[in-house]
């Protein structure tokens, strides 16, 4: 893990408290790369790099590995409607840009490839879901150049969570490019004289440092709430938290899949039907992203990147 400065570190403790920052630091210092045990699931395939090995060789033996790392640099914009109870009137058509597990250092043409795809598109606020590095521990230089080459092609307001591959040393330097980290934290988005809140938390899979109460308790009662998670697996602590819509990733919606999509592995610890995609819990409306970049290999198979605006709408009277 990389050893902080003074003034870095009396930075991040003025932005995240000290209690937490010490709590984030010393669980990234004892678990960072663990294959087994820590966080929501018992076996982390992204820290075994033996896989990757094995990855690429059978892809290579069925003829696919080619594709599958053509596949990987092919974006989707993908278009979410929801339909929202609490929505004020002056948010009806309120559009946010998602995009999720960038990991912008897997390969040198990742930022070129997401530039691409975000340059064509339009909306109203950026919301980042985590996991901007490739590797959950080292270095992480070449993951904050890609993301400021991603930044100058973002329009407007720029929110974001951390991940279970990012440390909160990123914080800083993500913040002065104009990314405003919520670190189990809200923010009132204002419009034409009325608000909705949105609001984040730190990495809930692996680090498992998430404190939804901390995030949501300034919310006023009855507001419309929307959460940034980095993985799905809180989903019924968001809905009984009073959330209205959730945004998350992690899943890579399997990455490598079979036919039809269906992933062999998503590598959180809830039901598929949460792992990729709109659902529903209760009355909060979520959404899984696949993410616009790729984990362990540059490779996807039956399973596209994408990056995905969320168009949030009033219901009808």
Same mark, same amino acid.
């Given at each position: 893990? @990389? +050893?902080?400065?003074?003034?870095? !570190?009396?930075?991040?403790?003025?932005?995240?408290?000290?209690?937490?920052?010490?709590?984030?630091?010393?669980?990234?210092? #004892?678990?960072?790369?663990?294959?087994?045990?820590?966080?929501?699931? /018992?076996?982390?395939?992204? $820290? =075994?790099?033996?896989?990757?090995?094995?990855?690429? %060789?059978?892809?290579?033996?069925?003829?696919?590995?080619?594709?599958?790392?053509? $596949?990987?640099?092919?974006?989707?914009?993908?278009? %979410?409607?929801?339909?929202?109870?609490?929505?004020?009137?002056?948010?009806?058509?309120?559009?946010?840009?998602?995009?999720?597990?960038?990991?912008?250092?897997?390969?040198?043409?990742? @930022?070129?490839? /997401?530039?691409?795809? &975000?340059?064509?598109? %339009?909306?109203?606020?950026?919301?980042?879901?985590?996991?901007?590095?490739?590797?959950?521990? *080292?270095? !992480?230089?070449?993951?904050?150049?890609?993301?400021?080459?991603?930044?100058?092609?973002?329009?407007?307001? +720029?929110?974001? &969570?951390?991940?279970?591959?990012?440390?909160?040393?990123?914080?800083?330097?993500?913040?002065?490019?104009?990314?405003?980290?919520?670190?189990?934290?809200?923010?009132? /988005?204002?419009?034409?004289?009325?608000?909705?809140?949105?609001?984040?938390?730190? #990495?809930?899979?692996? !680090?498992?440092? #998430?404190?939804?109460?901390?995030?949501?308790?300034?919310?006023?009662? *009855?507001?419309?709430?929307?959460? /940034?998670?980095?993985?799905?697996?809180?989903?019924?602590?968001?809905?009984?938290?009073?959330?209205?819509?959730?945004?998350?990733?992690?899943?890579?919606?399997?990455?490598?899949?079979?036919? *039809?999509?269906?992933?062999?592995?998503?590598?959180?610890?809830?039901?598929?039907? !949460?792992?990729?995609?709109? =659902?529903?819990?209760?009355?909060?409306?979520?959404?899984?992203?696949?993410?616009?970049?790729?984990?362990?290999?540059?490779?996807?198979? %039956?399973?596209? @990147?994408?990056?995905?605006?969320?168009?949030?709408?009033? +219901?009808?009277?």
């Amino acid at each position: 893990m @990389p +050893v902080l400065d003074d003034a870095t !570190y009396a930075l991040l403790q003025q932005r995240v408290g000290r209690t937490h920052l010490r709590q984030r630091l010393g669980i990234e210092r #004892d678990y960072e790369s663990k294959v087994f045990g820590q966080g929501r699931t /018992l076996f982390h395939i992204e $820290n =075994w790099h033996a896989l990757r090995s094995i990855i690429r %060789n059978s892809l290579r033996l069925v003829l696919l590995h080619e594709r599958a790392r053509r $596949n990987a640099r092919q974006i989707r914009v993908r278009h %979410n409607h929801i339909t929202l109870q609490r929505l004020p009137p002056a948010f009806e058509a309120f559009t946010l840009l998602q995009i999720s597990d960038l990991h912008l250092d897997m390969a040198d043409d990742f @930022p070129h490839a /997401l530039i691409e795809a &975000v340059r064509h598109v %339009n909306y109203d606020l950026c919301v980042l879901t985590g996991d901007f590095k490739a590797e959950t521990s *080292g270095p !992480y230089a070449a993951a904050l150049h890609g993301l400021q080459q991603v930044r100058t092609h973002l329009q407007g307001e +720029v929110y974001g &969570v951390l991940g279970n591959h990012d440390t909160i040393c990123m914080v800083p330097a993500m913040e002065s490019m104009g990314i405003r980290m919520l670190l189990n934290e809200e923010v009132a /988005l204002q419009r034409e004289g009325e608000a909705i809140y949105l609001a984040g938390i730190d #990495d809930p899979h692996y !680090y498992r440092a #998430d404190n939804i109460e901390k995030a949501g308790d300034a919310i006023p009662e *009855g507001a419309l709430s929307i959460l /940034l998670a980095h993985s799905p697996e809180i989903y019924r602590h968001a809905a009984h938290a009073d959330f209205d819509v959730m945004l998350c990733g992690h899943t890579h919606a399997g990455q490598i899949c079979l036919p *039809g999509g269906f992933a062999l592995m998503c590598n959180a610890a809830c039901p598929r039907k !949460y792992c990729t995609g709109a =659902w529903r819990y209760h009355n909060l409306s979520g959404y899984t992203s696949a993410g616009s970049g790729a984990c362990v290999v540059d490779l996807r198979l %039956n399973c596209p @990147p994408e990056i995905t605006l969320h168009h949030l709408h009033c +219901v009808a009277t």
